[in-house]
Each structure stands twice: as structure tokens, then as C-alpha cells.
């Protein structure tokens, strides 16, 4: 192999692991998610008039929050052709190989 397609396949490798990296740290989810919905416990208020009927399992209420943040996921999640959840692993890494493995076969075929 000659020297070009070593760098691109290089610069391809450092793509994926920056982009494996990325995943990892926005929370490694399957789904590209723009908001991200969670179930949340709490104590339960001294306050709240219903505390005392024991309709609370153990002082403890589970909550359903939504939160605006970022995971990047290994599969996009579009409504379109141009929606943002399209961006994912997939669609990030596939031309980055797919122009290295045709640069890779261009030049093995020049040689």
C-alpha cells in the first residue's frame, strides 16, 4: 500500500475513534436523541396533602422529567431526509470510510 491511502485510512481511524469517544461521552445511546426523557425518584414533601393516606410506596415518589441535552447515538432517529436526530455513528462514519476504501481502490488500481 502506498503511502496516500495509509494517510486516509489514518485520518479514518482517528475519525472513527473521535467519534466512538463523542458517543461514549454524550451517554452511549442507540438513538440520536435531542431531549432526553427520565424517571426520577424524590423524598416525599412533609407538605403534600396526600403523604399521609399512604398512597406513596416507602416515602418515595417517582417523577417523569424532560431535559434538553444531547446524546449522540449509533443509529439515527429521522422524521426526514434533513432532520437533525440524522445525525448519528452511522451517518458520520460512513463516508468518511466509504471515501477511503474507493480513494483505496483508485490508487490500487493507478498502481
Not at 424524590?42 to 410506596?57: F, H, I, Q, S
Not at 416507602?58 to 437533525?84: A, M, Q, S, V
Not at 460512513?94 to 481502490?105: G, K, L, S, T
Amino acid at each position: 500500500m502506498t503511502k496516500p491511502p495509509k494517510i486516509v485510512f489514518a485520518i479514518a481511524g482517528i475519525v472513527t475513534v473521535a467519534t466512538l469517544i463523542t458517543w461514549q461521552a454524550t451517554g452511549g445511546d442507540s438513538y440520536t436523541k435531542y431531549q432526553v426523557v427520565e424517571e426520577i425518584e424524590r423524598k416525599l414533601d412533609a407538605d403534600d396533602p396526600l403523604a399521609g393516606t399512604g398512597m406513596y410506596e416507602n416515602d418515595i415518589i417517582k417523577e417523569t422529567i424532560k431535559r434538553d441535552e444531547f446524546r449522540l447515538g449509533l443509529i439515527p432517529t429521522p422524521n426526514g431526509l434533513l432532520d437533525k436526530n440524522a445525525v448519528s455513528v452511522a451517518t458520520v462514519l460512513a463516508p468518511v470510510w466509504a471515501f477511503a476504501i474507493v480513494f483505496w481502490w483508485f490508487m490500487r488500481r493507478r498502481e
